[in-house]
């Protein structure tokens, strides 16, 4: 709703430019003559001009969202272009003057008739869209660039007819109140050009700061390929969904904290919760061609969202993999939805590589712009849901566990469908991070690095926002209590280490820790070492650590860095990079 009001009030401030000038004169032309016959087809005309304009742009903008890691570049140089114009009239009079001198010939030849025509009318709306290019251009570019966060669709429409509807109010008021809002207009000129140059200079400096990788946030704001909480949270927002959780975005519950499962209702009725979601708003599709409602036609569906660093995603996914394969011909189709939390896992080469080392065959729809999560109100990873073959989700699981329930659902609906199938489960296996948790000996919780959610970090003063800072870690931590040790650069979702020699430490209690880890900006790995209770692990070492503690970041993903083979109890954490440009992002336990 709010987006609408800001896109109206958009429309409306384009007349304070002075780039308007051009058009009054042949809306003045039409002062005086009947509303219906002359100045509304002249309003029509000149809202029609928009529409196909910004449709144009929202097809392109999709394209340029499908480009992924290209298309992030691309965007910027859009959003730069956009800057530059609001900066500078005259550029954007250059980059508008084809539209401009077709607008003035239409105007002409249009306005030589000055009867009350409809047609006439309507031409001059039309010319009075293309003259006003110069001014509108910028603007309904950033209206459009932002739209794109939510791809061309219904609401992209609303939002250019609101602002069509904005332009056209100054309009009306111009043909209504003639000259008095032209003398008025000129006086408010001078302040309209600044507004517009301080929003340009503002947008590049935006761009620059994201070019130069200083917060991988700011690009939320404004690219089409952007990334992070920031956007989501916005987009969410903006569209009237539910937000995630907002003191944990990424949820991950067991069934027994209020999952409904199978055994809460008896075999035959599982009731309807609704139809399944159209899933046509991924930026690409993996290991398949796009789905849609005829393609699944017939077929039990189950959609997993989930997303390649978290590790209740991963341990799911065995029993995942394995229904995939076990009803493949009987009619199941398991369609992974990726909706990434993390800003590397928007990349889809990334995706596209954990999912070979995951050996994940079935299709996968990327949910960069989490369309898919909306259309489904979703707010868990992982989330499972469960449809029969008449479209409608009969059942739905958020988190880890109830396996052998969901399992039961599915042969349940395969049943329905017609199916013969037996009542054996599968015996899935699962071992190295997929490995079930002790969940009886896990007392510490997920934790973030990024200070936009950081938890227990101590001293709690001493986080320094955006900056490069020096952090010593006090000499004892209290249960999940850490911090920092060295020089690093604290951002919005991650940490990175500024030089050689920088530590975390983690005071903590569960059979296994888990870090989600890039390397350096370059892509060059890092090497690391890790302690507990100031030891070399030596057997309890996690799969990506040697015993002696040393490893290697090589890849933006979650690595396993303790997995403890005795008695669990409180034990003190600390991972050393020896070479600098390491991000950290998250810690996870098992």
Not at 37 to 65: D, E, I, N
Not at 104 to 128: H, K
Not at 211 to 233: H, M, P, R, V, W
Not at 443 to 452: K, L
Request: with cysteine; net charge neutral; hydrophobic share 45%.
């Amino acid at each position: 709703m709010w987006l609408l009001v800001l896109a109206y009030l958009g429309g409306v401030l384009t007349i304070v430019s002075p780039c308007i000038l051009p058009v009054l004169p042949f809306v003045f032309a039409r002062t005086g003559q009947p509303f219906v016959k002359s100045g509304l087809p002249l309003l029509v005309g000149m809202a029609l001009t928009f529409a196909l304009v910004a449709t144009l742009a929202a097809v392109g903008g999709g394209w340029v969202v499908q480009l992924n890691q290209y298309g992030r570049w691309l965007a910027l140089v859009f959003v730069a272009l956009f800057g530059l114009t609001l900066l500078l009239p005259q550029l954007a009079e250059r980059l508008t003057r084809p539209l401009v001198a077709a607008g003035s010939r239409l105007s002409e030849a249009a306005g030589a008739d000055s009867r009350p025509r409809p047609g006439a009318s309507f031409l001059i709306g039309v010319a009075t869209g293309l003259l006003w290019a110069p001014c509108a251009g910028p603007i309904l570019g950033l209206l459009l660039t932002g739209a794109a966060l939510q791809g061309a669709s219904i609401e992209t429409t609303l939002l250019l007819l609101a602002y069509a509807a904005g332009a056209a109010t100054s309009l009306a008021l111009a043909l209504l109140l003639g000259g008095k809002v032209f003398t008025a207009m000129k006086r408010s000129i001078g302040a309209g050009e600044w507004v517009r140059r301080g929003l340009g200079a503002a947008m590049l400096a935006g761009v620059a700061a994201i070019a130069l990788g200083l917060d991988t946030g700011i690009l939320a704001k404004f690219s089409t390929a952007s990334t992070g909480g920031i956007e989501q949270a916005l987009v969410e927002k903006l569209s009237g969904k539910s937000p995630r959780n907002t003191e944990s975005p990424a949820v991950q519950i067991p069934a027994s904290e209020g999952a409904m499962t199978v055994a809460d209702k008896t075999p035959g009725t599982l009731p309807v919760e609704g139809q399944l979601p159209p899933l046509d708003g991924a930026v690409q599709w993996l290991n398949s061609p796009p789905l849609d409602a005829q393609a699944l036609r017939g077929k039990v569906v189950l959609v997993d969202f989930w997303t390649y660093s978290c590790i209740n995603c991963l341990r799911s996914l065995p029993y995942v993999k394995a229904w995939a394969e076990k009803y493949r011909d009987q009619g199941l189709v398991v369609i992974g939805v990726h909706a990434p939390e993390f800003a590397f896992e928007r990349n889809v080469d990334n995706v596209s590589k954990a999912m070979k080392e995951l050996g994940i065959n079935y299709p996968v729809a990327i949910d960069n712009e989490f369309k898919i999560w909306r259309a489904f109100d979703n707010q868990y990873w992982p989330a499972h849901y469960f449809a029969d073959a008449q479209g409608r989700i009969r059942f739905h699981h958020f988190g880890e566990g109830a396996y052998d329930e969901s399992e039961r659902v599915i042969q349940q609906l395969l049943r329905e469908a017609g199916s013969k199938v037996s009542d054996g489960l599968i015996n899935a296996k699962a071992d190295g991070v997929q490995m079930a948790p002790d969940s009886n000996e896990v007392q510490s919780p997920e934790t973030y690095v990024g200070y936009q959610r950081a938890e227990h970090f101590v001293p709690d003063t001493a986080l320094v926002p955006d900056k490069v800072a020096a952090y010593n870690p006090p000499k004892q931590l209290a249960l999940n209590d850490w911090s920092f040790g060295g020089q690093w650069h604290v951002g919005a979702e991650r940490a990175t280490a500024s030089a050689p020699a920088c530590r975390i430490v983690y005071r903590f209690h569960a059979r296994d820790l888990h870090l989600v880890l890039g390397p350096g900006a370059d892509g060059k790995p890092v090497r690391f070492k890790v302690l507990i209770d100031g030891k070399a692990p030596g057997n309890d070492h996690g799969m990506d650590v040697a015993p002696d503690g040393s490893g290697t970041v090589t890849d933006q993903r979650l690595y396993q860095l303790v997995r403890q083979s005795g008695g669990v109890e409180d034990r003190t954490f600390s991972i050393e990079f020896l070479d600098p440009g390491a991000s950290a992002y998250a810690f996870t336990f098992g």
